[in-house]
């Protein structure tokens, strides 16, 4: 008897109308808790006319299987419940119930477009694979894999760069920021980088010289320190901004510009030079 058990087989069809991946996930977590008999999960994906919905619910009934599905389509939807009753196999709709109730509840109809879900998650993981690069490029690191910046942003000392590549690896670029240095050539790594995704940020001096005072302050840096002091900082701004003229980067003055304002104007002028564009650039 207990080797009758340990052979007997469950079918479970985990049935979508975009890649399945939702639904199987939901399945193999509720399967999770069962552990008595031996669970056979078989995946069908794009499943989005009635001929793909029958085939399924042939092989259901050949292996007496239960079918867990995700439709967007009412329609679909129907059908296999309809299908499921008139050929005694079990179905199970994921989706179907919260979209019914939130459509009551938000008092709006659903899309009923296959494969959102996965869209949206899809993205979600594209920024947060850009925000890991930007993270990891910060202020001139991995230096050698910078050639797969989307956005290269240069700028002296409290310029903004690292809260405006945040702010871009949030909307999906992959950012890396490096830092100008008073009578120092930039890093030789450049070169390797598409011109056209740097982008050089400035700053007035004395608005740099109230940051980096107010930066010293939260350090408790020592006022003799010369990052704060005028002159020095004049000189910074000055060498940075005939480099930039040298090796013709576009300038964008980020004084008095919110971190939004001057991401913004780095998107546009990525996009305007390389035609790269991730999502909607407001204009």
Not at 1 to 18: G, I, L, P
Not at 159 to 169: D, E, F, H, Q, R
Request: glycine letters at 4%; charged letters at 25%; a positive charge.
């Amino acid at each position: 008897m207990a080797e009758a058990a340990k052979e007997y087989k469950r079918y479970v069809f985990a049935v979508s109308d975009a890649t399945g991946k939702t639904c199987e996930t939901v399945v193999l977590a509720a399967l999770s808790q069962f552990k008595t008999t031996q669970i056979v999960l078989e995946t069908f994906s794009n499943i989005r006319s009635l001929e793909k919905v029958q085939e399924v619910f042939v092989r259901a009934t050949a292996v007496n299987g239960v079918i867990i599905y995700t439709m967007a389509s009412p329609e679909l939807r129907h059908k296999i419940t309809e299908l499921g009753r008139l050929n005694g196999v079990p179905t199970v709709d994921i989706l179907g119930p919260v979209l019914t109730r939130l459509s009551d509840l938000l008092e709006i109809s659903p899309l009923a477009k296959p494969g959102l879900f996965h869209q949206l998650d899809s993205d979600y993981f594209k920024r947060i694979e850009a925000v890991d690069f930007t993270i990891k490029h910060d202020d001139g690191r991995r230096l050698e894999t910078i050639a797969s910046a989307e956005i290269v942003l240069l700028g002296v000392s409290r310029a903004s760069k690292t809260p405006v590549s945040i702010y871009l690896s949030y909307r999906g670029w992959k950012v890396a920021n490096v830092p100008i240095l008073l009578d120092e050539e930039p890093p030789a790594e450049l070169e390797a980088v598409d011109q056209k995704r740097i982008v050089a940020l400035t700053i007035q001096p004395k608005r740099l010289e109230a940051i980096r005072r107010e930066r010293q302050v939260k350090l408790q840096a020592g006022e003799a320190s010369s990052y704060s002091d005028l002159e020095q900082i004049r000189r910074e701004v000055l060498f940075a901004l005939r480099l930039y003229e040298r090796r013709q980067w576009p300038v964008l003055d980020a004084t008095y510009k919110s971190i939004e304002e001057t991401a913004t104007e780095v998107m546009r002028l990525v996009y305007s030079r390389s035609g790269l564009k991730k999502g909607t650039i407001p204009y």
